[in-house]
């Protein structure tokens, strides 16, 4: 193609080929999961990027989606976190006690749960930061323990139903605050029975932002004298998410609008990103995750970053099992089985590395719509559990392996 930029410090033109080698896991994700969306909105006749399964594949996926958040924030902190899938589970079984059996208000029920897991977070945290135990073993008696509790807390039975309002947190959407002439007249005009304005409103508003925020990077980027995005690749990114973005929110117009937890997923992913981007703290997490000794001497302190990375992932399970619960109507005493091999599937096919250090918030997101798509697509044509779990694992050793080459590659 021919586009090259300059650094405005070094003058040397940034060549399309070098960023691309050095950009290759990011823009590999981004097209991999439009050619996954792609392949099986073909294969299943169009039913992928119906308006109703554009909103159940939402919906079905926004407890990973908020685990994989602080996940990452772990992995990256060099550690991993295998209680999570338990945690939720017990979280939605102590959810479920405290509305149905206590008959707690809904607000008080979910600021105990956040404590609870936050709680739990740190405990785990602790041993892990200042007693050095490996945080694979720490979290594996973890999820033994509270998977055990879970049963013991609903004595081997479903619980439930909970009350509407605790429901919404997950089944409810946003209701359209634009008239219902003007919604009604915009339909007709595009052509289908209904839409929300206020999914639409937010599409466009959404992918404005976007651009702002890529445009001051790039400004940014310029004034420091760091190697610039081809302008091609920078025009054609922004382009593909904005569009990825206007598309998939107008297919939400057309049914029931903005799910609540599309929100919450919206907002816990602006706050994070900013966290790990834009401050200190999420400076000094990458940091010790890179080589915590030289971290150590440098003045962080590692075991304080350590124990709130793992109190940060309690809370954000505690509020994936307060979602999970609301979503099923019902606490179970299986429920978060296995969950947290997506949830740290999400965060490493999202660009983590194993070594910690490495990591961006926006790249677990995706890593956690990936799976979902492939999970949502393959259950579309019906093949069966068995070769789905095989699919997704191959998937994942794919992810790894690519790390693994890339690192030995620039060593």
Same mark, same amino acid.
């Given at each position: 193609?021919?586009?090259?930029?300059?650094?405005?410090?070094?003058?040397?033109?940034?060549?399309?080929?070098?960023?691309?080698?050095?950009?290759?896991?990011?823009?590999?994700?981004?097209?991999?999961?439009? $050619?996954?969306?792609?392949?099986?909105?073909?294969?299943?006749?169009?039913?992928?990027?119906?308006?109703?399964?554009?909103?159940?594949?939402?919906?079905?996926?926004?407890?990973?989606?908020?685990?994989?958040?602080?996940?990452?924030?772990?992995?990256?902190?060099?550690?991993?976190?295998?209680?999570? $899938?338990?945690?939720?589970?017990?979280?939605?079984?102590?959810?479920?006690?405290?509305?149905? =059996?206590?008959?707690?208000?809904?607000?008080?029920?979910?600021?105990?749960?956040?404590?609870?897991?936050?709680?739990?977070?740190?405990?785990?945290?602790?041993?892990?930061?200042?007693?050095?135990?490996?945080?694979?073993?720490?979290?594996?008696?973890?999820?033994?323990?509270?998977?055990?509790?879970?049963?013991?807390?609903?004595?081997?039975?479903?619980?439930?139903?909970? #009350?509407?309002?605790?429901?919404? !947190?997950?089944?409810?959407?946003?209701?359209?605050?634009?008239?219902?002439?003007?919604?009604?007249?915009?339909?007709?005009?595009?052509? =289908?029975?209904?839409?929300?304005?206020?999914?639409?409103?937010?599409?466009?508003?959404?992918?404005?932002?976007?651009?702002?925020?890529?445009?001051?990077?790039?400004?940014?980027?310029?004034?420091?004298?760091?190697?610039?995005? #081809?302008?091609?690749?920078?025009?054609?990114?922004?382009?593909?998410?904005?569009?990825?973005?206007?598309?998939?929110?107008?297919?939400?117009?057309?049914?029931?609008?903005?799910?609540?937890?599309?929100?919450?997923?919206?907002?816990?992913?602006?706050?994070?990103?900013?966290?790990?981007?834009?401050?200190?703290?999420?400076?000094?997490?990458?940091?010790?995750?890179?080589?915590?000794?030289?971290?150590?001497?440098?003045?962080?302190?590692?075991?304080?970053?350590?124990?709130?990375?793992?109190?940060?992932?309690?809370?954000?399970?505690?509020?994936?099992? !307060?979602?999970?619960?609301?979503?099923?109507?019902?606490?179970?005493?299986?429920?978060?089985?296995?969950?947290?091999?997506?949830?740290?599937?999400?965060?490493?096919?999202?660009?983590?590395?194993?070594?910690?250090?490495? $990591?961006?918030?926006?790249?677990?997101?995706?890593?956690?719509?990936?799976?979902?798509?492939?999970?949502?697509?393959?259950?579309?044509?019906?093949?069966?559990?068995?070769?789905?779990?095989?699919?997704? $694992?191959?998937?994942?050793?794919?992810?790894?392996?690519?790390?693994?080459?890339?690192?030995?590659?620039?060593?």
């Amino acid at each position: 193609m021919g586009i090259a930029n300059q650094s405005s410090n070094s003058g040397k033109p940034v060549r399309v080929g070098v960023y691309l080698v050095r950009n290759l896991r990011e823009y590999g994700l981004l097209f991999a999961l439009i $050619g996954i969306m792609v392949f099986f909105q073909i294969a299943t006749g169009g039913t992928l990027m119906r308006a109703v399964n554009v909103t159940n594949l939402l919906l079905q996926n926004s407890y990973i989606i908020i685990m994989a958040l602080g996940m990452l924030i772990v992995i990256v902190s060099g550690h991993i976190d295998l209680s999570v $899938g338990s945690v939720m589970g017990f979280i939605g079984a102590l959810a479920a006690v405290m509305i149905v =059996e206590w008959e707690q208000s809904t607000i008080m029920t979910i600021i105990t749960c956040l404590i609870v897991g936050g709680c739990i977070g740190a405990a785990q945290g602790y041993w892990v930061a200042y007693w050095r135990i490996p945080s694979f073993i720490v979290t594996l008696a973890g999820m033994l323990v509270f998977s055990g509790l879970s049963l013991w807390l609903l004595e081997g039975q479903s619980l439930g139903p909970f #009350p509407r309002e605790f429901q919404m !947190i997950a089944n409810g959407f946003v209701p359209d605050i634009f008239p219902k002439s003007m919604a009604q007249a915009v339909a007709e005009l595009l052509g =289908e029975r209904r839409v929300n304005l206020l999914a639409l409103t937010t599409a466009f508003i959404a992918a404005i932002l976007i651009l702002w925020m890529g445009v001051q990077a790039r400004a940014q980027n310029c004034a420091y004298g760091m190697s610039l995005e #081809p302008m091609g690749f920078f025009i054609v990114r922004i382009g593909i998410i904005s569009a990825a973005l206007i598309f998939i929110l107008f297919k939400l117009s057309t049914f029931r609008g903005l799910p609540n937890v599309l929100i919450t997923m919206g907002a816990l992913t602006l706050i994070y990103s900013f966290v790990t981007e834009k401050t200190v703290i999420g400076r000094r997490l990458y940091a010790v995750g890179g080589n915590e000794k030289a971290a150590r001497l440098s003045g962080i302190k590692t075991e304080r970053l350590t124990f709130l990375a793992f109190t940060n992932m309690g809370v954000l399970a505690a509020a994936a099992g !307060i979602v999970f619960a609301a979503r099923l109507n019902s606490a179970t005493p299986k429920a978060g089985f296995a969950l947290e091999l997506d949830v740290i599937a999400a965060a490493f096919i999202g660009g983590a590395s194993m070594s910690g250090g490495v $990591g961006k918030i926006i790249g677990a997101v995706v890593g956690a719509f990936l799976m979902g798509v492939l999970n949502n697509g393959m259950s579309i044509l019906g093949i069966g559990i068995d070769y789905q779990k095989v699919i997704k $694992g191959l998937v994942l050793l794919a992810a790894v392996i690519f790390d693994v080459y890339n690192k030995s590659k620039q060593g």
